[in-house]
């Protein structure tokens, strides 16, 4: 077979990788999932040991499930939508809320009304009523203020709680027109330009109305046609958690893999990963992690030295062993040999020619099969007499794969290349209607581009053989032949799409913005980075925002330039705020600041500005911020609501909670003020959390059960979810655990609804937390195992360490100690692997603690002494008081009482300082113990009572129990044994009830010498 004839490509030299896809196809077979990377450059042979691969998976009765990320797409979530929206028959990542015009007037100049249009749905207001009490208050206005009499127009805006007229003014009539909720600032300009079409359109009698409606019909047909504009609303971004969200889409696309894999085995391909968006990126890595027990192959290929981003995720999750990367090496001078002989055979090529083509070729197998069809086609090989033999050896040897897809292109005929060049700048297929709807003879030009093999037919679609061919035709067309081809695919959607156009804002979007028709490409742009701004893909909604920025700046006729420009680039500052990159969020920011003279506008920015230098712990700038922002507003404005809850909240965080009270105070009045149900429930839950962190437990839970009572009442479950975590977090606070579980369980159920995983994760932690305190132990660790599960499927590493950590400590209370410093340890490296030096000193603290247990007194203060370092180092003082009061321990039993006493005196004083009665109790419990050995029995008995009134309130089970045998010890010693015997048992008792198998038994040898 020649190369010309070949129907499937030889496969040689890649044994070793079919081995591995094998072996995955077993594992799978048996229920454990396989995620699996195949890397390798341009040409190197991935594309064709993905159809091998492909081919023994469908023979295992596996059902393929592929995409290809494109380069030229910007859509979120791209190679998923291509996978999945087929097999669940709806579009995955579109939560889109739109907003329209409730009702529209036009009225004349004298007050008269010419026309209503309204939503059927709605219950009409009487217009004329309308239109003349809506001139009456202009002209009061006007009568009232204007003193020049030079003024024009009138009012531009009222509004009244949640209701907005807007109001635009011409020089014959105006519009009103009337929203309910959130505005669109495309609303007002829709209204402008339909005022400007309806003065400029001769045939309306604007001067001698005769008062017959019929004579207005052009103006209501457009004000009607306005009225049925949807516009799409701004997703409320605050407090959300970018890689929440993520989660939330990521899952929807494992549960529908794996109801699928139910019935049958699945191979997801996904290709050109390199080219992936980030969104799609964060889905590949949640995947990963969470098929393990699926009969799913997620098998991923790309180039090696594109996509830094690709690269890097699937690095992580090969070191987290949850991928197996398959390098592709080039093929050597024998594969490269096996490969032209399986090509042609038989043939009597001299040893010669490979050897020049492997030279050549660099062991590359595309660019070997290339430059085979070409030295064929040019008639360089020949097959005479049987077999093949080379004719001609003097050659041109191309000296790149670039040059040997021009030299294929080069033998076709100019409409076959035209179509490859729109091909290429759809991206990797284009649909077959398309190609008919520029050409209606297309198949001519098809056919020619099949035969070469470079494209292929798949359905009503042809797509590139391979994705070097649409690189070398894409990046070869010049500017303006780019400019001509994309115009015409931007006017193919808009044709074809036009009674659905929002459908296809990510394809109007490239096109447009690709070329010189400017208008269209801000106006598309914009759209689209709506549309990617409400999938939570705030990277490409950057993209578009940027590209109708530069569209922008060639639009020299419109009048709202500088207003658009600054809606922009607060909208880049809020994506960049909502992915962490806050530098960025505060130069786009003053970019609008340095533009801007609306104070509305201006106020509305330092309060984002004042929430992110919050957020990065610059709380003097916040407080700068929100200050400018005040200054610009009346104090009954809604928006002084949210600037004073974000000074109050910066406050908070300061420490100085009487301020941040009165601020949070002045917000919540406000808020009430303008019935906004939203902030006031929002207020309420910041004014919990500051009287929580006072110790103010009551307060603090009437604050935040209001909170939660608002934000039932308005179905925001998101909300509910977080005052009833945070209400739980208050009664654990205080003691009572049995509440602290009842919302704990609220929160659970609401967080599950919405499919917040980061945040169920959470909440069992805090509910795992409950049960250890209350000494149920086995339910604390199934619970802790609950949480790690989800923090590994979701691959948060710090709160994996945090998990472990809780885990070793309930094996350490069971006596368990090798499970626990496994545990331990596991925490201790991840924390270290990624820089979290309070979580390494905690599990160092936790590893020094568990070896003062079994007596290993020189380790335990090693580690010990390494924590109160790195406590020291970032100034964590609770962590550093709970050091010494061990470390005081150590020393005791070490029988340096000196410097035992110094220890627990040093952690006492941090204790008051910081104002914890646990570590107050724990401390003066250590400083008993020390007085005793001291045989100082005044200041002995004295230290226990105090630990002891503050430890039951407290109600701290493990400490109450280390408390009780500590106090049994003194009586014993001064030889009160029925005072030691009183405390030995409460001690007994909890620690049975914590089943604290260790301590138990160390108890009752002591009553045991007692009796």
Known sequence: MSVSQ????????????????????????????VSLSLVGEAGIGKTRLVEEFTSLAKEEGFKILSGTADINSMKPFDIFCKVMEDEIGEPLFEEVENTSFEEIFAVNNAGLLLATALPEEEEEVDGDIFAGMLSAV??????????????KGGLGRLEYGDMKILIEHGEQIYLAAVIKGKEHPDMKRALAKTVRDIENDDSLPMDDWSGDMDEMKGIQERISKLSDIPYTVRKDLEGLKLK???????????????????????????????????????????????????????????RSNDGVMAHRILKKLHDDKLLSSIELDKL??????????????????????????????????????????????????????????????????????????????????????????YAACEGGEIEEKMVKWFDPSADNSIQPLVESGILLPEDDKVNFSHAIFRDVIYNSLPGWWKNTHHKKLGRYYETNYVDRIHEVYYELARHFSNTNEYEKGHDYSFKAGEKAENSMAPEQAIEFYDKSLQALNYLHK??????????????????????????????????????TENKVTRAILYRKLGNVFMNTGEYQESLKECDSALELLENDDPEVAKIKRVKGRTYMRTGDYDISLDLLTEAFDIAVQNNDS?????????????EWYRGEYDKALEYLEHSLK?????????????????????????GDMEKALEYYE??????????????????????????????????????????????????????????????????????????????YQQSLQIRKNIGDKQGTAMSLYNIGKLNLDIDNRKDAIEHMTQALDISTEIDDLYLSAEVRCDMAIGYIEKNELDTALQMSKKALDIAMEIGSDSLEGASRMILGMIYREKELWDDSFEEFDKAKSILETVSEKKDLADLYYEYGLLWKTVEEDDKARKYLEEALKIQKEMNLKKSVHLTRNMLDSID
């Open 710 to 734: 608002l934000r039932k009442k308005m179905k925001n479950t998101r909300g509910e979810a977080r005052a009833a975590t945070n209400i739980g977090i208050v009664y654990y606070s205080r």
């Open 678 to 690: 939203k902030e006031t429930a929002e207020i309420s839950h910041n004014q919990g959390t500051v």
């Open 746 to 823: 609220k929160s659970l159920e609401a967080f599950k609804k919405i499919g917040d995983k980061l945040n169920l994760a959470t909440v069992y932690n805090n509910i795992g937390m409950a049960y250890y305190k209350l000494g149920e132990l086995e339910l604390a660790s199934e619970h802790f195992e609950r949480s790690l599960d989800l923090f590994k499927r979701v691959g948060d590493k710090g709160s994996i360490a945090t998990s472990l950590n809780n885990i070793g400590l309930v094996h350490q209370d069971m006596g368990d100690t090798g499970k626990s410093l496994d545990y």
């Open 138 to 151: 202009q002209n009061f206005v006007k009568d009232s203020f204007d003193r020049s009499g030079e003024a």
């Open 6 to 33: 070949e129907t499937q490509l030889p496969l040689v030299g890649r044994e070793k990788e079919l081995k591995v896809f094998s072996d995955s196809i077993d594992d799978v077979k048996k229920g454990m999932g």
């Open 558 to 595: 419109v009048a709202d330039k500088d207003e658009r420009r600054c809606d922009i680039l607060e909208r880049i500052g809020d994506m960049r705020s909502l992915m962490g990159d806050f530098d960025d969020a505060v130069r786009e920011y003053n970019k609008v600041l340095d533009v």
């Open 332 to 421: 050597g001078d024998g594969c490269v040999k096996q490969l032209v002989n399986e090509l042609y055979s038989p043939n009597n090529f001299p040893d010669t020619l490979v050897e020049r083509l492997s030279r050549t070729c660099k062991g590359n197998p595309f660019f070997v099969i290339e430059l085979l069809k070409q030295m064929e086609q040019e008639g360089n090989i020949e097959l005479l007499e049987g077999e093949y033999k080379l004719v001609e050896d003097t050659i041109s040897v191309p000296t790149s794969i670039e040059e040997v897809v021009h030299r294929r292109l080069e033998l076709l005929d100019p409409s076959s290349i035209g179509l490859a060049e």
């Open 244 to 302: 929440n969200e993520r989660i939330k889409m990521a899952d929807r696309i494992l549960q529908s893999l794996c109801y699928i894999s139910e019935g049958r085995p699945i191979l997801l391909l996904l290709e050109d990963l390199h080219w992936g968006d980030e969104s799609s990126l964060s889905v590949v890595d949640y995947l990963s992690r969470n098929i393990l027990n699926e009969k799913v192959i997620i098998l991923c290929t790309l």
